[in-house]
Nanobody
Framework: VQLQASGGGLVQAGGSLRLSCAAS????????MGWYRRAPGKQRELVAT???????DFADSVKGRFTISRGTAKNTVYLQMNSLKPEDAGVYYC????????????????WGQGTQVTVSS
């Protein structure tokens, strides 16, 4: 499975960006897909995830500003980031878990390449 992330860039504080992540190389739908980020000097942290059933989870710091959604294309998710703050800057990584095992009851985790988000104040 390969994850292709795109959509990062430079934006002024208060602006918006949309990140996209598309998974390929599998016939299965994802269990969970989402985004993590690593700010300079910090550990990677969860930003938002969405399950195959559409349940979402967000970091407290982005609630009310970010939304995550599934695309119409299979195994595609989007992260809409609004009202961006300088502290949102970092490298954003797409993450996905797909079913595996003889009964598809286990999961394998995959990471995409990071995409840089820079927010100027």
């Amino acid at each position: 499975v390969q994850l292709q992330a795109s959509g990062g860039g430079l934006v002024q504080a208060g602006g918006s960006l949309r990140l996209s992540c598309a998974a390929s190389g599998t016939i299965f739908g994802f269990n969970v897909m989402g985004w993590y980020r690593r700010a300079p000097g910090k550990q990677r942290e969860l930003v938002a995830t969405i399950t195959s059933r559409g349940n979402t989870d967000f970091a407290d710091s982005v609630k009310g500003r970010f939304t995550i959604s599934r695309g119409t294309a299979k195994n595609t998710v989007y992260l809409q980031m609004n009202s961006l703050k300088p502290e949102d800057a970092g490298v954003y990584y797409c993450n996905a878990r797909f079913p595996t095992g003889p009964l598809l009851s286990e999961s394998l985790e995959y990471w995409g390449q990071g995409t840089q988000v820079t927010v100027s104040s």
